[in-house]
């Protein structure tokens, strides 16, 4: 089973839709969360922390859920500039490394 | 700008050669990390060093080696290439690997064809 896991995806949506993400980690342990952007050919780049609070940014929410194993990304009012690939992230077991999820990609379209 | 700088950006190599690719970290980080990321793949995660010594090591075979030297920047080497180590080789650095919750900065990466 790998550690991290995602949506499939794609997600086609039209402009001003709210979409959502989830993800799942199996190492309980896990102590830091991220969802990291990557758009295509580039390298990754941090989107946000996540908290077990849930924490937002702007039209980014992002959710945890410790029992569950569990976290969510939700993007309201999507744009355009917002198709990329979002990858879910997980600290490892030893706690240097990151689990990357395989990335759920989304395209907003006019 | 991340400040973390990789080359070269593009590579050809054939099965069985050696290759390495070089990162400069971002000044002020003492961590760099390697991640491979094949075609449709999150990145994988090859091996840190902090402070020129290996600081752990993902599940890839002693052909993938690297170095970090006094200025903090890294090399990645890898010997007997073979056609599934073509991929985006990505480094990352930080801070401190002492830090769970500190961000990691992606260089641009280096893409590695091997034929």
């Known amino acids: 089973r790998k550690e991290v896991e995602q949506d499939p995806g794609p997600f086609n949506v039209p402009e001003g839709a709210t979409v959502a993400f989830n993800c799942t980690y199996s190492n309980s342990a896990s102590q830091s969360f991220f969802w990291y952007r990557q758009d295509c050919r580039k390298e990754p780049k941090l989107l946000m922390s996540?908290?077990?609070s849930g924490n937002e940014d702007g039209r980014f929410t992002a959710q945890l859920n410790r029992a569950s194993q569990y976290i969510s990304l939700l993007i309201r009012d999507s744009k355009l500039s917002d198709s990329a690939t979002y990858l879910c992230?997980?600290?490892?077991?030893?706690?240097?490394?990151?689990?990357f999820g395989k990335g759920t990609s989304l395209l907003v379209t006019p | 700008e991340t400040g973390v700088t990789q080359s070269p950006t593009h590579l050809i190599k054939t099965r069985g050669q050696q290759v390495t690719l070089r990162c400069s970290s971002q000044?002020?980080?003492?961590?760099v990390s390697w991640y491979q990321q094949a075609l449709g793949q999150g990145p994988q995660f090859i091996f840190q060093?902090?402070?020129?010594?290996?600081?752990g090591r993902g599940n890839f075979p002693p052909r993938f080696s690297g170095l970090q030297f006094p200025n903090y920047s890294s090399e990645l080497n890898v010997n007997a290439l073979e056609l599934d180590d073509s991929a985006l080789y990505l480094c990352?650095?930080?801070?401190?690997?002492?830090?769970?919750?500190?961000?990691?900065?992606f260089g641009q990466g280096t893409r590695l064809t091997v034929v």
């Open positions: 992230v997980v600290n490892s077991n030893s706690g240097y490394a990151l689990n």
């Open positions: 990352a650095s930080s801070p401190s690997s002492l830090n769970l919750n500190t961000e990691a900065f």
């Open positions: 000044s002020g980080h003492n961590t």
């Open positions: 996540v908290y077990s």
């Open positions: 060093y902090y402070r020129e010594e290996e600081n």
